[in-house]
């Protein structure tokens, strides 16, 4: 028996789950893209950076991370700017480098929760598939003649579990790469987090000489 008799015989809850299938595909594929294109694995420039701005290059920082993709690079770019800006108060920077990881970090769990979602329903859907399919056979058993043939019992026992095997096919897989791609967001906080104290803690050394050479 083909694959395309096997989800007809499953109802119209295999074909929901079809599209569960390959929504949840399509959104794997467009996130490791995305992760792929914007480097996230790739952060030796976030201490090539620090270096320059320890050296006293901010100007050759800035153009180093601004000419890279990377969420952790935007994030920092913002953050010297911020620091060099006479206009904005330590915690006017904060808010700011607040303001602009939290946008960088929602734009990398974008669609993650979809997944999450097809990964958690995708099991209650075979398990909805397999109860109809069971009641329907146990209907079609009570209007068989009092010769009851086992077989018939049994092909609609089979039929229904269809669905539960083909939910937890599409919600294995889901689930997997949902704590992927999760893991890989985690990561990239961490290092953000990580990277923008280091140079806000830089520049607040910095603003500190002045006043401890005066003492």
């Not at 920082?61 to 990377?70: F, K």
């Not at 620091?83 to 769990?109: F, H, M, W």
Request: proline residues 3%; neutral net charge; contains cysteine.
């Amino acid at each position: 028996m083909n694959t395309i008799n096997l989800l007809t015989q499953g109802g119209p809850v295999m074909a929901v789950l079809l599209l569960f299938s390959i929504t949840g595909l399509a959104i794997i594929i467009l996130k490791g893209f995305q992760f792929w294109k914007l480097g996230l694995r790739k952060t030796e420039f976030i201490d090539e950076a620090i270096n320059m701005l320890q050296e006293g290059k901010n100007k050759q920082a800035l153009s180093l991370l601004q000419n890279n993709e990377n969420p952790v690079a935007r994030v920092l770019s913002t953050t010297i700017k911020a620091c060099l800006s006479p206009k904005l108060y330590q915690t006017d920077v904060e808010a700011e480098v607040r303001r602009v990881g939290s946008n960088e970090i929602r734009d990398l769990e974008s669609w993650l929760r979809g997944l999450s979602a097809i990964a958690h329903l995708s099991p209650l859907l075979g398990l909805l598939g397999t109860v109809l399919g069971m009641i329907a056979a146990f209907m079609d058993l009570e209007g068989a003649t009092s010769q009851i043939n086992p077989a018939l019992l049994a092909g609609g026992i089979w039929e229904a579990l269809l669905t539960t095997a083909f939910g937890l096919a599409v919600a294995i897989p889901a689930m997997a790469a949902y704590y992927f791609l999760e893991g890989v967001v985690d990561q990239s906080r961490a290092i953000m987090k990580d990277a923008t104290i280091r140079v806000l803690v830089h520049f607040n050394h910095r603003a500190l000489e002045p006043s401890q050479e005066n003492a």
